[in-house]
């Protein structure tokens, strides 16, 4: 009686995660780690910036994190996670060595492309620059193709910046860095306010601007409003949306933000799609 | 005095008053200049001064026991500092110290509390410009207040 | 490949059909009596079936009443949807060992062990939330196909409804009562006098292979007639009625309506209508270890959009109303589902009103939402 069994694929289905060793492992602030990975068998993740994966450890379960590093680099997938619950705990503890699960990339990304032959604004709270690091790697390796190329960066207080020691650099580089704090002590010597009011401050042409946005919603908000009434328009403005994610594939129904799913549709959304649905609450 | 017009209508908070109305508030303002780490004012201390900044940085500060000065927020080109010159008791609340070499207007409180009292006119322009910054310090604390990035997170 | 003319398929002669089916390797899974009502599992002959049966269905209720007469298949649809052969309601998609470094040793897929099916007694509106369902789960960029049966996979015996549903609707939504294509055969049972048969409509080569098995002959214009006939009664007697007229844009305008205060107060949040939904398709994926972790198995199952925990993310849930969840799932089936995948995710098939333990209708709420923005039906 013949059945219509198949034996194991011998490419693994995409919910299977694919290994990959932790090279290098930095502490960023108190809950927060950036780990490097090397896959274990095969080549190294290709991906766009502002694309996830879908990172695992052991079975502590599975969680969608950003990719942080540089998309044209061919060199390892970066990872910065703060650790929040058993999953990015457990991601958190990895060390160089040990084994994390990576299933992806997935996601829509930043339009670098698009953005050519303007200003771009790369607006970031808080754990949002993980997100957007890989946008200015790209942004700054094209560097003759933008017209000024800002970061906007603020966090919570000066101990808790990621990526510090590369700020410098990057502004060596050509990206005007402005970097605020919401407290401080007296030994930061730096600004100390919201994002929103950096925007103010900062000269660029606002009329052909793109602006990448990523933080907490609310200061996403905020920050829309502060780039409007400095003359960029939604339509120039992309924001990285977050919701429950379990998949990654548009089959687990988690993530939809009303009429799209985030894992397919974002998690990069131009503001203007996006923002009469963010005013309906509990969409 | 005759700079200061040209300063004070080149900023924000005073744009689009009349040069009468200019000349007023000029009349109270002089030049004043901060080295890195000098006080502007002291939290308990009579408030009866403020100041617009022409360039440099200002920090809002409260002293904490145990944790020494608190940054709440810096002030930079362009912005008003102090507030408490406006209402009884006239005192200041908090620190403000200059971050940087920093040139700024300073009104004399009193004085110009004096012309808004006889000049209404000039008093309801200065209040709804003050209000405006105040309004828009306003909403940024409260942002500061919800602590976004504290519970935040992309886990 | 349906041929005009159709065959007849006396009663006694449909025996022969599934014997031919089994003998082919297939396993048949047809309509027939459990715990009081009419659910779907492997049966072997007809006597399997519900002879002699039919539901009486309603907002909240349903019960089995014996008819006068033996028809077969003369009920509509039950607790269960055929989506629980395309998307298991719980599946281990893969086990594995920890190593030492927390690496996954040993890993194995859980190797697709699929009878070959066939499904006897699919109904217009099931073939329609069948495709729906198949699109959804593989129609993505990135599909997982590696648990459930595709489409492609099934044999389907469809059988024409010749009668309606207290709660059915699919005629407003454009999935039936009769099914045009998408099967390999299918049958509308006439009962006239002391004749019992079929008319089959074959859909397919291997459809035509099958009925060669059994007796058979063409049929007559008047056995076509009363074919006809039987398939007419049911879309007459549809037991609700929803206006698709600009659904989408109704309910994209309505989010802050009333209406979701109002229904959030009946809502239990049940989730039973996700549950019997055919096309409703959200699962969750749980990794799973032994006490010592040394194990580790991944778990995807059924979930509902009603529960709190469905929409968590960092220290809350974005949906924690009663409302808000209601409303997202009733938004969803009728109008998002149009922008994510192309089509609507209601085939009016009448579960969700019937096993709601309140009786909330879906058409009802549809209607009242329309009728409070107060201008007239531009006809239906």
Known sequence: MPLASEPCAHTAGPMVPVPFTVTARRQETADTWTLELDPRNGTPLSFDPGQFTMLSAGGAGEVPISISGDPGGGGALVHTVRAVGLATEAICRAQPGEALGVRGPFGRPWPVAEAEGADVLVVAGGIGLAPLRPAILTLLAHRERYGRLLLLYGGRSPEQLLYTAELDEWAQRGLEVSVTVDSAGPEWLGTVGVVPRLVARVDFEPASAAAFVCGPEVMMRFTVAALAEAGVGSDGVYASMERNMQCGIAQCGHCQLGPTLVCRDGPVYRWSELEPWLAIREL | MQGLDDLIAASPTFAGLSPAQLELIAGCGSNERFDTGAQLFSEGAAANRFFLIRHGAVALEIETPGRGPLTIETMHEGDVVGWSWLFEPYKWQFDARATAPTATVSFDGACLRGKCESDHELGYQLMRRFAASMLDRLQATRLQLLDVYGNAARV | ???????????????????????????????????????????????????????????????????????????????????????????????????????????????????????????????????????????????????????????????????????????????????????????????????????????????????????????????????????????????????????????????????????????????????????????????????????????????????????????????????????????????????????????GCGRCITWCPVGIDITEEARAIRESEGTPDAGS
């Open chain 3, 1 to 347: 490949m349906s041929q005009p003319e159709g065959y007849i398929v006396e009663r006694d002669a449909l025996d022969g059909l599934l014997a031919a089916l089994c003998s082919r390797g297939y396993t048949v899974v047809g309509p027939t009596i459990r715990d009081g009502a009419i659910v779907y599992g492997e049966i072997e002959s007809c006597s399997e079936l519900p002879a002699g049966w039919t539901d009486e269905q309603d907002g909240g209720s349903y019960r089995l009443r014996r008819r006068e007469d033996d028809a077969l298949f003369g009920y509509n649809v039950g607790p269960h949807s055929w989506k629980r052969y395309q998307l298991p309601a719980e599946t281990r998609l893969w086990r594995a060992r920890v190593g030492d470094d927390g690496g996954l040793l040993e890993l194995a897929e859980t190797p697709r062990e699929q009878p070959r099916y066939a499904f006897l007694g699919m109904r217009s509106c099931e073939l329609q939330a069948m495709d729906i369902l198949d699109h959804v789960l593989g129609g993505g960029a990135r599909p997982d196909r590696s648990r459930g049966v595709r489409r492609e996979d099934v044999f389907v015996l469809a059988v024409q409804c010749t009668q309606a549903g207290g709660t059915c609707f699919c005629a407003s939504m454009g999935t039936g009562p009769t099914a045009r294509s998408g099967y390999d055969l299918a049958l509308t049972e006439v009962l006239e006098g002391d004749r019992h048969y079929f008319v089959v409509d074959v859909g397919s080569e291997r459809g035509a292979d099958l009925l060669d098995e059994t007796r058979h002959e063409p049929a007559g214009p008047r056995e076509q007639d009363s074919a006809a006939g039987a398939r007419a009664c049911a879309a007459e007697q549809m037991g609700r009625e929803l206006d698709t007229q600009d659904i989408r844009e109704l309910l994209y305008r309505n989010y802050e309506n009333p209406r979701w205060d109002e229904v959030a107060e009946r809502c239990l949040a049940c989730g039973n209508c996700t549950m019997v939904c055919p096309t409703c398709f959200c699962t969750s994926v749980e990794d799973v270890t032994d006490l010592a972790g040394e194990h580790v198995e991944r778990h995807q199952r059924w979930d509902s959009c009603f529960t709190v925990d469905y929409s968590h993310i960092h220290g809350g849930a974005v949906r924690s109303s009663t409302r808000s969840r209601y409303r997202q799932w009733m938004t969803h089936k009728l109008a998002t589902w149009i922008d994510q995948f192309g089509s609507s995710g209601c085939v």
